[in-house]
């Protein structure tokens, strides 16, 4: 039987629309064996999780998604099997945190001025001690405002990079991360290389060998938007370097429409096999 996981999906202690226990719910209803919870710069839902997963069956593996920066470009970091109580990760979240309050602020007032119907009041509740303002929690307010169909297309509208909603965030170094979710106990893995750059596969492969000179473990070799050309390059990167191999849909719940859990769009398969070596690699740094 091919037993198969989801190693990067997100809750409402993020940016996702099912609670930790529904997440793992959910996972357990489309047959998966293990699920990674890799929420964005917080640790809030994972005891959730992990509880939910113990009653019903489901392997929930510790995650967290870190926002970073390597020669200027954007990268997202994932810590898989960290230890959410450590001290070094907990640091370092608190300074993300704080950096993504600052720039929500900033984002929420600029839109304000730019006359469009958004207000601080609109998000009392967030920022709380299990829950996190995000980008995509904007985008579905002006989704429901009108200002488009749906989150991802208001982002595309008015909030990504160089759309007249957007503010640059301020992030901590690839290698901060690396250490810090090391320190965590955990595995740093290169989250979805065809993001780093839209305009050079190239680039997001050289990124990605950075990231290993810089102590990263792997990278996604499966993810929910590769084509065949992104699936056959990062297999080979993988192959070529040894590196861990990971993947995952992204889940976010009714955030990304069309995506679900374990299967992307439609034709994802992540092997459980990924976490047996991911363990391996665990089992023999430890020696």
Known sequence: MFETCDLHAHTTASDGSMSPAQLVDYARTKGLRALAVTDHETVAGLEEARRRGREVGVEVIPGVELGTSEQGRTVHMLGLYIDPDSRALGELLAWQRRSRQDRNREMIEKLMKLGFDISPEDFEGFDGEKTLLTRAHIGDLLARRGYGANQREVGEKYLDKGRVGYVERRTPTAERCVQAIHEAGGLAIAAHPNQISRSSRDTGIATCRRLLDLGADGIETLYCEFDDDWRARAEA???????????????????????DLGVGYGDLRVPYAFVEMQKAALAARVR
């Open 237 to 259: 990167f993988a192959a070529e370097t040894g590196c861990l191999r990971s993947g995952g849909s992204d889940f976010h719940g009714r955030y990304k429409a069309g995506l």
